[in-house]
């Protein structure tokens, strides 16, 4: 079974800097699709950006970018220009290719920005 | 991004009683929704996977017999928690996924707090 791993349960930033969140993940499959998720403290679920695991480009998304080491599986968020509005839980998340199509979440990273 | 709703945000209900959550894409037709279940400080935990016009696909440890789960329409699919007890409360998310074109993409609805008292 796939499995993602977030091993920074909380994070801080000054506000206008850069912050790296860390996601790895494990699977078998050649196909697949990595995404982060923002949840606010109003608990909505957003789609910050998502990746194609055959692209070797790294998606980006304004502000948002992402460093994916396919060989290492390894999905991390760069978050540049911090935003008091970007403080949120991050959710990292895998997706199957084939079957079900179900997303796999990691545990989260809290991410704090400081005025 | 596409939009899904859920409604009620928020519900409080009396032990023993069924509460319904309903899950509605709002700009798109989604074949497969996911309900899924967040305790406080938690990740999400997938519950069931909701297919229209078929019977849902449970995740190991979910209780079908609990937690009924409806696709009846491509807008719709509802969550009914029966016989409710305070262990059951939480706050239910669905997705809805957006598979027009090459974005497959699940969009989630904004969480259904439930209390049960």
């Known amino acids: 079974a796939q499995t993602v791993t977030q091993s920074q349960p909380e994070m801080s930033v000054q506000e206008a800097e850069t912050v790296t969140l860390s996601c790895t993940y494990d699977?078998?499959?050649?196909?697949?699709?990595l995404f982060w998720y923002k949840q606010p403290p109003s608990r909505q679920m957003i789609l910050v950006i998502r990746?194609?695991?055959?692209?070797?480009q790294n998606a980006t998304e304004n502000r948002f970018s992402v460093n994916f080491q396919k060989a290492a599986k390894s999905f991390s968020l760069k978050i540049s220009d911090s935003q008091l509005g970007d403080a949120a839980m991050y959710f990292c998340?895998?997706?199957?290719?084939?079957?079900?199509?179900?997303?796999?979440f990691g545990q989260g990273t809290r991410l704090t920005i400081n005025p | 991004g596409a939009v899904v709703s859920q409604h009620p945000s928020w519900v409080i209900c009396k032990s023993g009683t069924s509460v319904k959550i309903e899950c509605r894409s709002l700009?798109?037709?989604?074949?497969?929704m996911f309900w899924y279940r967040q305790f406080p400080k938690q990740s999400l935990m997938l519950m069931a996977t909701?297919?229209?016009?078929?019977?849902?696909?449970?995740e190991q440890g979910v209780e079908k017999d609990k937690f009924l789960i409806n696709h009846a329409s491509l807008t719709l699919s509802t969550l009914t928690v029966t016989s409710a007890h305070p262990e059951d409360s939480s706050f239910y998310i669905c997705?809805?996924?957006?598979?027009?074109?090459?974005?497959?993409?699940?969009?989630f609805g904004p969480g259904t707090r439930l209390t049960v008292l």
């Open positions: 998340a895998y997706r199957s290719g084939q079957g079900a199509q179900k997303l796999v």
């Open positions: 997705s809805a996924r957006d598979d027009r074109g090459v974005t497959d993409t699940q969009y």
């Open positions: 700009d798109f037709q989604a074949t497969t």
């Open positions: 990746q194609e695991a055959y692209k070797q």
């Open positions: 909701s297919n229209e016009g078929s019977k849902a696909t449970y």
């Open positions: 699977t078998s499959e050649s196909d697949y699709y």
